[in-house]
Nanobody
Framework: QVRLVESGGGLVQTGGSLRLSCEAS????????MGWYRQAPGKQRELVAS??????KNYADSVKGRFTISRDSLNILYLQMNSLKVDDTAVYFC?????????WGQGIQVTVSS
């Protein structure tokens, strides 16, 4: 079992920055890929960025050049978000994959005001 806890969300103005963190506990050695997803009101949850255990990174087109995903050691995942836009407002979720098992954090609100 893996537990994921997000932190670092909040309210920021357009053009500002935030850094999200996701701390994993439990069977963290079993995690291969980890990623950030987000869900805005009335919309489906979407991938923001992901990183494999080999360091391969993938970003949604909407955040390329503005967001950076990184993984520090086995159990902490970060998302550095710069040049934030109103459209980035959503609940952000951390996800960890272990083979066919998927673990989710509880989500954290990011609100970008104009």
């Amino acid at each position: 079992q893996v537990r994921l806890v997000e932190s670092g969300g909040g309210l920021v103005q357009t053009g500002g920055s935030l850094r999200l963190s996701c701390e994993a506990s439990g069977r963290i050695f079993s995690l291969d890929a980890m990623g950030w997803y987000r869900q805005a009101p009335g919309k489906q949850r979407e991938l923001v960025a992901s990183v494999t255990d080999r360091g391969l990174k993938n970003y949604a087109d909407s955040v390329k050049g503005r967001f950076t995903i990184s993984r520090d050691s086995l159990n902490i995942l970060y998302l550095q978000m710069n040049s934030l836009k109103v459209d980035d407002t959503a609940v952000y979720f951390c996800k960890g994959d272990s083979g066919f098992l998927h673990y989710w954090g509880q989500g954290i609100q990011v609100t970008v005001s104009s």
